[in-house]
């Protein structure tokens, strides 16, 4: 009888393994301020179309960074190769395309004050309108948003990058935008034409300025189990708003100094590089001090939402719902 034998699985993580953790720990390293920091200094027009206003506030105040695992980190990275794929494509059928603003060299921007984004290109020598001008933005997407894209359109699909694109187009001066969907099961591509509507630009912005100097979040949503706070798929599987711990259990919020209570942003016409002010140590606070934050930071309440049972200083201690203690702040 032939002797069968099996091959000792190895010891320790796989490739694959080791691969993601390799992208989860540059995440982790990621240089301040640098293109890898998940922290903005600016708050974001990719996130101006969100629904929930506290959403917005809490982004802008780096309340808690995404926890993302190596997987989605090299998903997010193939989602930005896919630019410039889709750049050398587009050159190569003659329509002309400019991913850096010749002024500065750099990526196109746009900035109001605290709000402000990046855009992906623009291009002219479309067949859709060939003497136009488009901005061009460009996003992946999985088979079912993309069949959903297909049929209801970015404007009804997308809201955040409809108002992305929009917000853009009023910073570029531009009056048509080209939206252009990668499907990533099947290489599909989605194209639309999207035309500049000057009064969701214009409304889109004022609401993010308005937000950014707001010194305490705004309401939460009425409920934790439903869109946008959980959103939950036909088999069950749910995916919670990143601040849903911070909305719905007093999660304490990432120490810096844009959630302690003694930080605010200057006023917009004062904003120039996200200026902040500390008024306990009285000075201003570049990006790099904002991201530092010192030993003196107390989280601000309201982000906190438990009950306040005591304040000695710089320390607050609060009664969870559940009855237990949260102490947050320095020792007095
Ligand atoms: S959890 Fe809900 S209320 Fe909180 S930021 Fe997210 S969407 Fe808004
Ligand atoms: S007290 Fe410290 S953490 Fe708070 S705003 Fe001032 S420098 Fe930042």
Same mark, same amino acid.
């Given at each position: 009888m032939a002797r069968i034998t099996t091959k000792p699985a190895p010891a320790g993580p796989t490739t694959p393994q080791l691969l993601h953790a390799a992208y989860e720990r540059r995440a982790a390293e990621a @240089?301040?301020?640098?293109? *890898?920091?998940?922290?903005?200094d600016h708050l974001g027009a990719s996130i %101006?179309?969100? *629904?929930c206003d506290r959403y917005l506030w809490l982004s802008f105040r780096w309340a808690v960074g995404k926890k993302l695992d190596g997987r989605t980190l090299r998903l997010l990275e193939r989602g930005k190769r896919e630019e410039s794929w889709l750049v050398d494509d587009l050159r190569a059928m003659g329509v002309e395309v400019w991913?850096?603003?010749?002024?500065?060299?750099e990526q196109y921007r746009v900035r109001w004050g605290h709000v402000g984004g990046g855009c992906d290109f623009v291009m002219l020598g %479309?067949?859709? @309108? /060939?003497?136009v001008p488009h901005l061009g933005e460009l996003k992946t997407s999985n088979l079912k948003q993309f069949e959903r894209l297909k049929e209801k359109g970015v404007k009804a699909a997308k809201p955040e990058h409809y108002v992305q694109m929009q917000v853009y187009m009023h910073g570029l001066q531009l009056t048509h935008a080209l939206y252009l969907c990668v499907c990533k099961d099947n290489d599909d591509i989605y194209s639309e034409r999207v035309a500049y509507d000057q009064a969701v630009a214009e409304r889109s912005i004022a609401r993010g300025q308005r937000l950014a100097v707001v010194s305490d979040p705004p309401d939460r949503q009425e409920? @934790?189990?439903? /869109?946008?706070c959980m959103l939950t798929s036909k088999d069950g599987t749910q995916w919670p708003c990143q601040f849903h711990d911070q909305c719905w259990k007093g999660g304490i919020p990432e120490k810096n100094c844009r959630t302690c209570v003694s930080a605010s942003p200057n006023a917009m016409d004062d904003c120039t590089d996200g200026l902040w002010s500390c008024e306990h140590h009285n000075h201003s606070l570049n990006p790099m001090q904002q991201r530092a934050g010192c030993n003196q930071h107390l989280s601000i309440p309201a982000i906190v939402g438990h009950q306040v049972a005591k304040v000695d200083g710089r320390q607050i201690t609060y009664q969870a719902a559940d009855g237990s203690v949260v102490v947050d702040g320095a020792a007095p």
């Amino acid at each position: 009888m032939a002797r069968i034998t099996t091959k000792p699985a190895p010891a320790g993580p796989t490739t694959p393994q080791l691969l993601h953790a390799a992208y989860e720990r540059r995440a982790a390293e990621a @240089a301040p301020c640098s293109d *890898q920091d998940w922290r903005r200094d600016h708050l974001g027009a990719s996130i %101006l179309g969100h *629904q929930c206003d506290r959403y917005l506030w809490l982004s802008f105040r780096w309340a808690v960074g995404k926890k993302l695992d190596g997987r989605t980190l090299r998903l997010l990275e193939r989602g930005k190769r896919e630019e410039s794929w889709l750049v050398d494509d587009l050159r190569a059928m003659g329509v002309e395309v400019w991913d850096r603003d010749p002024k500065t060299g750099e990526q196109y921007r746009v900035r109001w004050g605290h709000v402000g984004g990046g855009c992906d290109f623009v291009m002219l020598g %479309l067949t859709e @309108a /060939p003497e136009v001008p488009h901005l061009g933005e460009l996003k992946t997407s999985n088979l079912k948003q993309f069949e959903r894209l297909k049929e209801k359109g970015v404007k009804a699909a997308k809201p955040e990058h409809y108002v992305q694109m929009q917000v853009y187009m009023h910073g570029l001066q531009l009056t048509h935008a080209l939206y252009l969907c990668v499907c990533k099961d099947n290489d599909d591509i989605y194209s639309e034409r999207v035309a500049y509507d000057q009064a969701v630009a214009e409304r889109s912005i004022a609401r993010g300025q308005r937000l950014a100097v707001v010194s305490d979040p705004p309401d939460r949503q009425e409920s @934790a189990e439903f /869109p946008p706070c959980m959103l939950t798929s036909k088999d069950g599987t749910q995916w919670p708003c990143q601040f849903h711990d911070q909305c719905w259990k007093g999660g304490i919020p990432e120490k810096n100094c844009r959630t302690c209570v003694s930080a605010s942003p200057n006023a917009m016409d004062d904003c120039t590089d996200g200026l902040w002010s500390c008024e306990h140590h009285n000075h201003s606070l570049n990006p790099m001090q904002q991201r530092a934050g010192c030993n003196q930071h107390l989280s601000i309440p309201a982000i906190v939402g438990h009950q306040v049972a005591k304040v000695d200083g710089r320390q607050i201690t609060y009664q969870a719902a559940d009855g237990s203690v949260v102490v947050d702040g320095a020792a007095p």
